[in-house]
């Protein structure tokens, strides 16, 4: 499913929102008509507009129009169109949403395309992964986000911090340090459990693990459960809810009042919090969530969309061969400027160097993951039996108990129950 953190993240990013149902070409030539939809606040006018009058003067026999979706009610009608017959050439979708399409049997088998053409050896794990069905590439990584920590540079010079944590060991001493005199050292809410996931990751545990097809929740394997204790630490050294997500209230608003020293967010969301306190305006920095080791950093979720092609789609190889322009180096590297996304290798992420939080994201998206790539994954979500779980733990309940009931609850949403 599209995370809320990818949804939120582009429409911090993009400049104009691109509203309306579609962008049209104007160029007027063309003996063929792709079609692509693409996501509300994905990219920019600006960007579609260079790269449409780019690829058209390429390819004049080719006239690109490019049809604006809303994320709301997409899986139903992703699902329609793969089944119809007359499904848009190109299909812009969430990168966790692509093994329930592929269920659909409605897909493009993309394989050769990505290893011949695009490089895919050197996709980033958290987007390559998800479009990867049973080793059969189905959808190509276009663009990714992730969450960095940001943080309130006077709060931590105040604190005598001259340097940003790189370790776990480091972080917790300096979210302990910068947890007095009525300031928080991180506002972390007890249900954010994107950021638990990468915890679980890094002490080599599975939100759920599959084989043979058949999946089962894993968070009370002693890999997860420790992923737990160690989000536990980090959360007491504040005052976020034990009992709320990070949008109730928005994280945003609780740091713009300028006594906390961090929350773990996406870069884009410093925007909202300097609109909401100015005078924070060029204090905030921004580092990657730090790993057990200094050797590289934490890891964490990818969100991001994939391109896929419908099999039905009347120019399907004209279609494939606009996403390995939308997926090769030089728009990779476009889109990346324009609107501050990691781009699909990290050795493209050079070019988004010189921005603070742009460059930690980049850091780190080298680590990223995805949610479990099973076709069912959307009903864990829609339910999500992982937030009661965490904040059962943070209120004092028996960890390995909780995790039992939670896991068992995520196998039962896994196989259909």
Request: hydrophobic share 40%; with cysteine.
């Amino acid at each position: 499913m599209k995370n809320r953190v990818l949804a939120g993240a582009v429409a911090l990013v993009s400049s104009v929102a691109l509203g309306g149902c579609g962008y049209f070409s104007d160029s007027g030539g063309g003996d063929r008509t792709v079609t692509v939809w693409l996501m509300k606040d994905s990219v920019s006018p600006g960007f579609l507009e260079r790269f449409t009058a780019s690829y058209e003067k390429d390819n004049p026999s080719i006239e690109l129009d490019f049809e604006i979706q809303e994320w709301s009610g997409i899986g139903p009608k992703v699902i329609a169109a793969l089944e119809g017959d007359d499904a848009p050439d190109v299909i812009e979708v969430g990168n966790t949403q692509v093994a329930q399409y592929a269920e659909s049997g409605g897909l493009r088998d993309l394989t050769l395309e990505s290893m011949r053409d695009l490089g895919s050896e050197d996709w980033l794990p958290g987007l390559a992964q998800p479009g990867s069905i049973n080793g059969v590439q189905f959808g190509i990584p276009w663009y990714a986000a992730n969450r960095v920590v940001i943080y309130n540079k006077d709060l931590f010079e105040q604190a005598g911090i001259d340097s940003v944590p790189k370790t776990r060991a480091e972080w917790t001493a300096a979210s302990e340090k910068l947890n007095t005199q009525g300031n928080q050292g991180i506002y972390l809410a007890g249900q954010n459990w994107y950021v638990l996931a990468g915890f679980i990751w890094d002490e080599g545990g599975e939100l759920a693990e599959g084989s043979g097809g058949e999946w089962r929740g894993a968070l009370d394997s002693p890999q997860a459960l420790a992923g737990m204790d160690f989000y536990k630490e980090l959360q007491a050294l504040g005052d976020g809810p034990q009992d709320a997500d990070e949008e109730q209230p928005p994280q945003t608003d609780v740091f713009a009042r300028g006594d906390v020293a961090q929350i773990i967010s996406v870069p884009g969301a410093a925007a909202l919090i300097e609109q909401k306190n100015p005078e924070l305006k060029g204090k905030l920095g921004y580092f990657p969530i730090p790993g057990k080791t200094s050797k590289e950093p934490g890891s964490v979720f990818t969100g991001g969309s994939d391109l896929i092609v419908p099999k039905n789609a009347d120019q399907r190889s004209a279609g494939i061969d606009v996403v390995k322009a939308l997926a090769g180096e030089t728009w990779q590297k476009e889109l990346a400027t324009t609107m501050s996304y990691v781009p699909n290798k990290p050795a493209l992420a050079r070019v988004i160097g010189g921005e603070e939080g742009a460059a930690a994201q980049a850091a780190g998206a080298t680590r990223g993951r995805a949610t479990p790539n099973s076709p069912q994954w959307a009903r864990v979500e829609a339910e999500n039996p992982i937030k009661p779980y965490m904040t059962a733990v943070l209120q004092g309940g028996d960890p390995a108990r909780e995790a039992r009931a939670a896991s068992e609850r995520i196998t039962v949403l896994l196989t259909g129950g």
